[in-house]
Every structure is written in C-alpha cells, then in structure tokens.
C-alpha cells in the first residue's frame, strides 16, 4: 500500500513567519512530487512541483525533496493571511504517464494577523 | 481558454434518485480521475480512465459508475446503491505527470 502522510495541523504561524510542511512517502520508487493548495469549500489548486533532490523556489514558495529520507517539504516565506489553506502533497508513484498520483490527507494552516 | 468545467456547482438529490455529474476537457488530456472529498478529509479515488472507452475502479467505487466515451468528457453518475453520497466530487485531469482540478460538484442528498 502506497502511502503518503502529513501532519493534519492545524498549523499556526503569525503573519511574516516562515510556515514549514512536510510530508513523507513509502514507494521508494516515486519520482514526481507535487503541492497542492485548497481553500476552504475551493479545488486544489497546484502551487509547486519537484522531481530532483534539493530546493526548488518560486516566489515565496521553496519545495525541498530528500529522495533518500523520503521527505519533501513545502516552505511559505513571509506567509500572509490569505495563505491560510489546506495544503496537499501528492506523488506520482511511478516514472510513467497515467499513474494514479497518491495524497496525503492535507495539512490545514492558519496564518494569524 | 484551457481548462476543466463540472457541471452543476451544487446539486440536490432525493432517496432513490440517479444522478449524474459533468466533467469536460479542453486540454488534450488522455487521462481523467473522480474524487470524492468528505468535510475535513482527504481526497478518495473513485474511478479512472487512461483512454478512451476504458476506465478502471479507484478506492471507493461502489454505487457509482462512469462512462469514456470522448476524451474530453468523463462523467460520473452517483446511484441510489450509494447510500452516502453527500460530499464534494471533484474531476481531474492528468497531462504528463501533473493533475488539475475542476472546480467541483457540491452533491446533497436531501
């Protein structure tokens, strides 16, 4: 059974801080990795994707993969209200086009005024 | 305009009730996925389809069913063997290796 965890939160960080989300993964073989961000009674949305061990940034956003540990996070720079969300980590199990992506349950983050 | 449409936004069904959820493509996309997502969960797979007149069963496909009859368009029926269909649906598509969401289907059994 292919699985993926997160912490369920909520998350709490004062506005400016850095959030940090993590999430870890059991098929070793996994090669793609993906965030997604929900809002509250809204989609997912994508926000970033990693497929190579180390940092990716994009704005204030950096994902973080350690293919060895099995562990990529997602770190919100600077985070403001209106990124108070649910965050999703999905992987793609496999190397081939059409595999069934995993999710984690979601971490919910409250960022306060 | 690329993107996934679900149609309707919010939809009512009565006990013993059939009803059907749209889910279009207009990104060339040959895989599609349905989801269903209860109050403070997760996403749970439903069914799939890779191509075209094939689809397969997710996690959770008891009383539901779907159909692949033109690669745009994966709709989902929920049937009166579902005995707890209030959630959020949400349809996906799938290029190379990323998935995108429709907006969502709010089903409400009344």
């Known amino acids: 059974q292919k699985e993926v965890e997160q912490n369920s939160g909520p998350l709490s960080v004062p506005e400016g801080a850095i959030a940090s989300l993590n999430c870890t993964y059991s098929?070793?073989?996994?090669?793609?990795f993906f965030w997604y961000r929900q809002y509250s009674g809204k989609s997912p949305e994508l926000i970033m994707s990693?497929?190579?061990?180390g940092d990716k940034e994009d704005g204030r956003f950096t994902a973080q993969l350690n293919k060895a540990s099995q562990y990529v996070s997602l770190l919100i720079r600077d985070s403001q209200p209106s990124d108070s969300a649910t965050y999703l980590c999905?992987?793609?199990?496999?190397?081939?086009?059409?595999?069934?992506?995993?999710f984690g349950p979601g971490t919910r983050l409250s960022v306060l005024p | 305009d690329g993107g996934i449409t679900q149609s309707p936004k919010y939809l009512f069904r009565k006990e013993g009730q059939n009803v059907t959820l749209s889910c279009e493509q207009n990104l060339n996309h040959d895989a599609m996925y349905w989801y269903r997502q209860d109050p403070g969960q997760g996403l749970r797979l439903i069914y799939y389809?890779?191509?075209?007149?094939?689809?397969q069963k997710g996690d959770i496909a008891e009383g539901y069913s779907v159909s692949r009859e033109k690669k745009e368009s994966f709709p989902l029926t929920v049937t009166s063997a579902q005995k707890n269909p209030t959630a959020f649906y949400l349809c996906?598509?799938?290029?190379?290796?990323?998935?995108?969401f429709g907006p969502g289907t709010r089903l409400t059994v009344l």
């Open positions: 996906a598509s799938q290029g190379t290796d990323t998935q995108y």
């Open positions: 389809s890779q191509i075209v007149n094939d689809f």
């Open positions: 999905a992987v793609n199990p496999e190397d081939n086009y059409g595999q069934n992506f995993v």
């Open positions: 990693i497929y190579s061990n």
């Open positions: 098929d070793r073989g996994s090669q793609s």
